[in-house]
């Protein structure tokens, strides 16, 4: 898993390179045989490895505040972003996104196992320290979307300080 997974990064980060199913398994030395077996599609591999990317940083650095531990996760989306790799790799996978009911499905799925990680690693150490916590929704919405968007649209990117504040002052 982790070869595919490093040749499809490698091919995303290649400007000239096709992401291909065949091309990835070319790049890994395995069979493609065996990606479609394990993945299904393209966007099947891409969103695998999304997923594997965005938990590599389960648990969220614990700075002592809720303030402190979110904007060092914001400020860690916005680096990873601001590579080659993390733009490329945006883009390319909001441009596989099936739309179809399972594919929307599987994408909630995911998208709870990050609401799940920010709950259990930033806010219940906040609450646990007496903090006042906002909806774990409130991070995707107030945070973490705008930095996402402006990537995909090419603005300058957002300072994740600014973002977490506005955060903070709905609760």
Known sequence: MAAVHQAALELLEDPGAEVTIPAVARRAGVNPVSVYRRWGT????LADVAIT?????SPPVDTGSLR????AWAQSAVEDLGTPLGHAFLHALVGSLPTTPEADAERSSHLLRRIVTIQE????R??????HVPAPE?????VLAPLYLRVLWGAPQADPVVLVDRLLKLG
């Open 42 to 45: 393209r966007e099947g591999l």
């Open 53 to 57: 990317r965005l938990e590599r940083d």
């Open 68 to 71: 402190g531990d979110l904007i």
């Open 121 to 124: 690693g930033i806010f219940d």
């Open 126 to 131: 906040a609450a646990a320290r007496g903090e």
């Open 138 to 142: 409130d991070v995707f919405d107030i």
